[in-house]
C-alpha cells in the first residue's frame, strides 16, 4: 500500500459548523473556476477530470454528525491528494455494479493521521467522482 504524504493539514474544529465552513470554502474556491460541476484534475489520472459534487450527496446520507465531522476535516487533504499524487491505488470492480470501478487511495497528514479517499469510475462514460473521504487506524 503506497501513501502519499500531504503538506496541508486536516481541518480543525470541535462542531460541524466550523469543520463544514472551511471546506466549503475551498470547494467554493474551485467550483468558481467551471460553470458547470466543480471538478479537479488528477495527474494519477493523466490529468482527467475528477467530479467533487458527489461526495457531498454521500456525506450528508450519514445520520452521525461525528461522522460528517471525521469526513469533512480531510476535505482539504483529500483534494490534494487527487490532484498531485502518482501513488498507486487499490482498485477493484463495484461488487452490486459491475460498470464500475472503484480506488482507494491513502494518505496520510503531516500531523501523521492516515486517511483514505475513493473515487468512482464509470467504465462506459469513463467519468470519476470523489465518493468517499475516511480516516483509517495506522
Known amino acids: ?3 502519499y504524504k ?3 493539514k486536516k481541518i480543525s474544529g470541535s462542531s460541524f ?3 463544514h465552513r472551511s471546506a466549503l470554502h475551498v470547494y467554493a474556491t ?3 473556476k467551471t460553470k458547470r460541476r466543480p471538478y479537479v484534475r ?3 489520472f493523466s490529468k482527467n ?5 458527489l461526495f457531498w450527496h454521500h456525506l450528508f446520507e450519514k445520520q452521525n454528525w461525528r461522522d460528517r465531522i471525521r469526513r469533512v476535516s480531510y476535505f482539504e487533504c483529500a483534494i490534494e491528494l487527487i490532484q498531485k499524487s502518482r501513488c498507486e491505488p487499490e482498485s477493484k470492480q463495484n461488487v452490486n455494479r459491475p460498470s464500475e470501478i472503484l480506488h482507494r487511495f491513502y494518505g496520510v497528514t503531516p500531523d501523521k493521521d492516515y486517511f483514505c ?3 468512482k469510475e464509470d467504465k462506459r462514460s469513463g467519468q470519476k467522482f470523489l465518493l468517499s473521504i475516511f480516516p483509517i487506524s495506522k
Open 117 to 119: 479517499i475513493q473515487i
Open 17 to 19: 459548523r466550523e469543520v
Open 49 to 53: 477530470k475528477v467530479f467533487l459534487d
Open 6 to 8: 500531504t503538506k496541508g
Open 1 to 3: 500500500m503506497e501513501v
Open 42 to 44: 488528477s495527474i494519477y
Open 30 to 32: 474551485i467550483r468558481r
